[in-house]
């Protein structure tokens, strides 16, 4: 029999588990999700709406198409396709170009909302989300200092989404179509990557602290420990 190539050999029975960076679509998918806003943003200098709309929309499926052709993650790009169906609807409601970038000003400010309540209901999104994809569990909870870790991670992402809804919402505002679709690619993932830095911090913290807390706890009595001092604790003394 022919030995498995190193490739496809597994650790311990299990699957390798994605990145983060690959569960965000790798690479590559950094440098999808730029694709249609600058298809749309060309299109428009130089043909208009309409054709800036299809245009768009033609370049999404491509990528769609694209990654299932060469088998790669296709929920990130289920997800841009979506979202630039969406974007290019509004952009034809209003009848502006800049309508097209609309949707994702205000999803901004949902986002940083919905992460300072979390914050607030001391379930904060970062610790709730990395634990429950990675099966650990609810002791981050009641470490106090590992629930504040992830309070600061929160955050953070918290004031990403505020400072890409004050910038483009100002330059929306202004009708800078252009630099509205320079900022959207520019405050995308890049920013996304710092705060990420600092979720990573709140993970090792915790996950350190945590550790160190489970060492220091007393070993469980076996049961033969547990027989031999209720035989003592309950012993009838002698006359």
Same mark, same amino acid.
């Given at each position: !029999?022919?030995? +498995?190539? +190193?490739?496809? #050999?597994?650790?311990?029975?299990?699957?390798? &588990?994605?990145?983060? @960076? $690959?569960?965000m %679509? %790798?690479?590559s998918?950094l440098?999808?999700?730029?694709?249609?806003?600058?298809?749309?943003?060309?299109? *428009?200098?130089?043909?208009?709406l309409?054709?800036a709309?299809?245009?768009?929309?033609?370049?999404a499926?491509?990528?769609?198409? @694209?990654?299932?052709v060469?088998?790669?993650?296709? &929920?990130?790009?289920i997800?841009?396709?979506?979202?630039?169906?969406?974007a290019?609807?509004?952009?034809?409601?209003?009848?502006?170009? #800049?309508?097209?970038?609309l949707?994702?000003?205000y999803?901004s400010?949902?986002?940083?909302?919905?992460?300072?309540l979390?914050?607030v209901?001391?379930?904060?999104?970062? %610790?709730?989300v990395w634990? !429950?994809? *990675?099966?650990? %569990? &609810?002791?981050?909870?009641?470490?106090?200092?590992?629930?504040?870790?992830?309070d600061?991670?929160?955050?953070a992402?918290?004031?990403?989404?505020?400072?890409r809804?004050?910038? &483009?919402?100002? @330059?929306?505002?202004?009708?800078y179509?252009?630099?509205?679709?320079?900022? #959207?690619?520019?405050?995308?993932?890049?920013?996304?990557?710092l705060g990420?830095?600092?979720?990573?911090w709140?993970?090792?913290?915790?996950?350190?602290r @945590?550790?160190?807390?489970a060492?220091? $706890? +007393?070993?469980?009595?076996?049961d033969?420990?547990? $027989?031999?001092?209720?035989?003592e604790?309950y012993?009838?003394p002698?006359?």
């Open positions: !029999m022919t030995e +498995p190539a +190193p490739s496809e #050999k597994k650790t311990d029975g299990e699957e390798p &588990q994605p990145t983060l @960076l $690959e569960q %679509g %790798g690479v998918g440098i999808y999700s730029s694709v249609p806003v600058i298809v749309f943003v060309l299109a *428009n200098s130089f043909f208009g309409t054709a709309i299809w245009t768009s929309i033609g370049s499926v491509a990528i769609t198409v @694209l990654r299932l060469r088998k790669e993650p296709l &929920q990130p790009a997800s841009g396709f979506f979202g630039v169906a969406i290019a609807f509004i952009a034809y409601r209003t009848g502006s170009a #800049k309508g097209f970038f949707f994702g000003i999803a400010l949902i986002y940083c909302g919905i992460f300072v979390s914050v209901v001391r379930w904060p999104i970062a %610790g709730v634990n !429950m994809l *990675n099966g650990t %569990g &609810q002791a981050w909870r009641r470490d106090k200092p590992s629930r504040y870790g992830y600061i991670a929160t955050l992402m918290a004031a990403i989404f505020a400072a809804f004050v910038v &483009q919402r100002w @330059l929306y505002q202004e009708d179509t252009g630099w509205l679709a320079f900022a #959207k690619i520019a405050m995308g993932y890049p920013l996304y990557a990420l830095l600092v979720v990573v709140a993970v090792r913290r915790s996950d350190k @945590l550790k160190a807390l060492e220091s $706890e +007393p070993a469980p009595e076996t033969a420990e547990v $027989e031999a001092r209720l035989r604790k012993a009838t002698e006359a």
